[in-house]
């Protein structure tokens, strides 16, 4: 045998190497939480506090529903959109401008057909002159030459536009005025039937 021989390592026996291994650390179970305790006491006052509130809540919305019925009887509030609100004002001034515009022409027109020998209830019922007084211009410079132009020109086509002299209503009556009645006869006839009656 030589000397030159390297000891070889003994033999691992298997039951003894998992021995020797450590071990890896495990973690302990997490606690289970604990059902919470349900104080019977404390639920049923939360629970009268959530009835009230929505109680509370619902007596305000019934106050402020019947303040708006006696502010708003029409319920114009509910169309209260910015936009749709914006039209209709601008709709409704000029609709007011048009009446004004339409109520000096017809004023205008009423004085001057004075003037131009018309009857002005007529004259203003007339379609033919209501759609031309329609397009005059109260603002415009020559607007009371157009208006005697469209008056006249009226009255030339329809003579029954024409104002007519209305009778003198009768005197009639007792004479409430005060004076005594004067004795002597009113005329000649009269005159001469109270000589020969004498």
């Known amino acids: 045998m030589s000397d ?17 291994a450590p071990a890896t650390p495990t973690a302990p179970p997490a606690p289970v939480p604990a059902a919470p305790v349900v104080d019977p006491a404390a639920e049923q006052r939360a629970t009268a506090a959530e009835q009230a509130a929505q109680q509370a ?20 509030a509910d169309d209260a959109d910015p936009a749709k609100l914006a039209e209709q004002a601008a709709a ?15 004023l205008a027109a009423h004085q001057a057909a004075h003037a131009a020998g018309a009857d002005p209830a007529r004259l203003l019922d007339s379609r033919m002159v209501e759609q031309q007084l329609a397009v005059l211009d109260p603002a415009a410079e020559g607007f009371a030459q157009q208006l005697a132009s469209v008056i006249r020109k009226a009255v030339e086509s329809a003579p029954h536009l024409r104002a007519t002299e209305a009778p003198a209503p009768p005197k009639g009556g007792a004479d409430f005025s005060g004076r ?5 006869p009113a005329n000649l006839h009269d005159a001469i039937a109270a000589r020969l009656g004498a």
């Open 180 to 184: 005594a009645p004067d004795p002597r």
């Open 4 to 20: 030159n021989t390297t000891p070889t390592a003994p033999a691992a026996d298997p039951g003894a190497s998992s021995a020797a």
């Open 92 to 106: 409704e001034r000029d609709a007011a401008r048009a009446e004004a515009r339409q109520l000096r022409v017809e």
């Open 57 to 76: 809540a619902a007596e305000r919305d019934e106050l402020l529903a019947g303040l708006r019925r006696v502010l708003d009887p029409e319920g114009a």
